[in-house]
């Protein structure tokens, strides 16, 4: 059964740079005809996708947060990798990962990782 | 950006009664939609995908209908553990993905 759990800090401050890491078992990053994004939703929100990779590594953004966001892909830790610069309070959210078929819905969720921003 | 509405935003509905929750898309997404379910402190929880497809393991009360701007999820008899936030999402013009703002379904 795949399993994907996110980790990294839980705290960042304002205008540093959010890094989180999703680990990815019980299955192959490298399966192809899967995507891996992250999600988040802020305290008492709804949801927002932030953006999408390939196990090939193409990426696709958020236009929203695009200019500030960056995902990565390390098929051999099985991981994939969320970086958001410049945070502001905004920024404070659980950020999820999840898989999607190429049809674009999330079966496969991360539990969730709540990170804060704040000085 | 498609965009995508949610009614109610609220729906207080008795155990073992239907509840119907309504999703707008801002233009035709066609059959590409799902719908999740969301619990206090958990990740979200996929019922529906391609507007009416139930996800591995879902119920047969969670049911899903329509295509082009118009959705509809049903729940034919709410259980106990029926009580969520439901979102529906877009995917048919990514990127981005777009959810709804959500319908909190709620014991009445």
């Known amino acids: 059964q795949l399993q994907l759990q996110e980790s990294g800090p839980g705290l960042v401050k304002p205008s540093e740079t959010l890094s989180l890491t999703c680990t990815v078992s019980g299955g192959s990053i490298s399966s192809s005809s899967y995507y891996w994004g992250w999600i988040r939703q802020p305290p008492g929100k709804g949801l927002e996708w932030i953006g999408s990779i390939y196990y090939s590594g193409s990426t696709y953004y958020n236009p929203s947060l695009k200019s500030r966001v960056t995902i990565s892909v390390d098929t051999s830790k099985n991981q994939f990798s969320l970086k958001l610069s410049s945070v502001t309070a905004a920024d404070t959210a659980v950020y999820y990962c999840?898989?999607?078929?190429?049809?674009?819905?999330?079966?496969?969720w991360g539990q969730g990782t709540l990170v804060t921003v704040s000085s | 950006e498609i965009v995508m509405t949610q009614s109610p935003a609220t729906l207080s509905v008795s155990p073992g009664e239907r509840a119907t929750l309504s999703c707008r898309a801002s233009q035709s997404v066609s059959s590409n939609l799902a719908w999740y379910q969301q619990k206090p402190g958990q990740a979200p929880r996929l019922l529906i995908y391609g507007a009416s497809t139930r996800a591995t393991g879902i119920p047969a009360r969670f049911s899903g209908s329509g295509s082009g701007t118009e959705f509809t999820l049903t729940i034919s008899s709410l259980q106990s553990e029926d009580f969520a936030v439901y979102y529906c999402?877009?995917?048919?013009?990514?990127?981005?993905?777009?959810f709804g703002p959500g319908t909190k379904v709620d014991i009445k």
């Open positions: 999840a898989r999607h078929a190429p049809r674009g819905d999330y079966a496969d």
């Open positions: 999402q877009q995917y048919n013009n990514w990127p981005p993905h777009t």
